[in-house]
C-alpha cells in the first residue's frame, strides 16, 4: 500500500477494539503522529498505548494498511472521513473485560465518616443553612402544612357521609352526586372526599391503587377535596350520559 500525503487538516473516523463490541465516531487531527493518536485511543478503547496494534480499514470495510510506524503522522497514511481504524489490545485484556460495570470497584462510605468530609454536598448544604437543612424555612414549611391540614380536617367534618353534595372543582361544570366517604386515604395525604356521582363523570369505582374506600360502578367514583364539596338538598340530575 503506497503511503501518501493529505493535505486536510482533520478526519473522521470510526474506531472499534478487539476489547469491546461497539464502535466511536471520532475526529482527529492528521498531524498527530501514530505515538500521539495511540495516547488518545486509550481513552477511547481502555488498552494501554504500548499494548496497541492499529490496522486500518476503508470505508467498505476493506483492510488498508497497519499504522505501525510510531514516528509517522497520521495523515501520511491513507485515512479518509468514514474509514475505520481497529484496536488490537496486547495487554492480556479479554473482549468485553471494560464493558462489565459489575467487576469494577465501588468505591463506599460510611454515613459517620461522609458527615465528617468538609468538601461534601451535604456539608455545604448544612453551612449555607438549604433545604432540609434551614430549620427556619423547614419549621415554616411544617407549619404551613399542620394548618392546612387542621383546615382541611374542619371542612371534613362538616360533611357526613351519605349525604348529597355537589362539587365545583376548578374549571369544571358543577357535578352532584353522594358523599360515601371522609377521611385521610393511602394515596395522597390529607384529606378527602370521596363522591359517588349520579352519572359516570368520575375516575375510578370507589378504589385507588388497589384499596376500596366505598362501592360505586366503574367512573362513578372520584376523591376531591373538601373545598370544593357543598353539602345540600341536591336533587338528583340525568344527563342522559348511561345511555350514551
Not at 57 to 69: A, E, H, N
Request: glycine share 8%.
Amino acid at each position: 500500500m503506497e503511503v501518501t500525503g493529505l493535505s486536510a487538516p482533520t478526519v473522521t473516523v470510526f474506531i472499534s477494539s478487539s476489547l469491546n463490541s461497539f464502535r466511536s465516531e471520532k475526529r482527529y487531527s492528521r498531524s498527530l503522529t501514530i505515538a500521539e493518536f495511540k495516547c488518545k485511543l486509550e481513552l477511547v478503547v481502555g488498552s494501554p498505548a504500548s499494548c496497541m496494534e492499529l490496522e486500518l480499514y476503508g470505508p467498505d470495510d476493506k483492510f488498508y494498511s497497519k499504522l505501525d510506524q510510531e514516528d509517522a503522522l497520521l495523515g501520511s497514511y491513507p485515512v479518509d472521513d468514514g474509514c475505520r481504524i481497529h484496536v488490537i489490545d496486547h495487554s492480556g485484556a479479554h473482549l468485553g473485560e471494560y464493558e462489565d460495570v459489575s467487576k469494577v470497584e465501588k468505591y463506599q462510605i460510611s454515613q459517620e465518616a461522609y458527615d465528617q468530609r468538609q468538601d461534601s454536598v451535604r456539608s455545604f448544604l448544612k453551612r449555607s443553612k438549604l433545604g432540609r437543612y434551614n430549620e427556619e424555612e423547614r419549621a415554616q414549611q411544617e407549619a404551613e402544612t399542620s394548618q392546612r391540614l387542621n383546615e382541611e380536617k374542619s371542612q371534613a367534618s362538616a360533611i357526613p357521609v351519605g349525604s348529597r353534595c355537589e362539587v365545583q372543582a376548578p374549571g369544571q361544570l358543577p357535578r352532584r352526586g353522594t358523599v360515601m366517604y371522609v377521611g385521610l386515604t393511602d394515596f395522597k395525604p390529607g384529606y378527602w372526599v370521596g363522591v359517588r356521582y349520579d352519572e359516570p363523570l368520575g375516575k375510578n369505582d370507589g378504589s385507588v391503587n388497589g384499596k376500596r374506600y366505598f362501592e360505586c360502578q366503574a367512573k362513578y367514583g372520584a376523591f376531591v377535596k373538601p373545598s370544593v364539596v357543598t353539602v345540600g338538598d341536591f336533587p338528583e340530575e340525568d344527563y342522559g350520559l348511561d345511555e350514551m
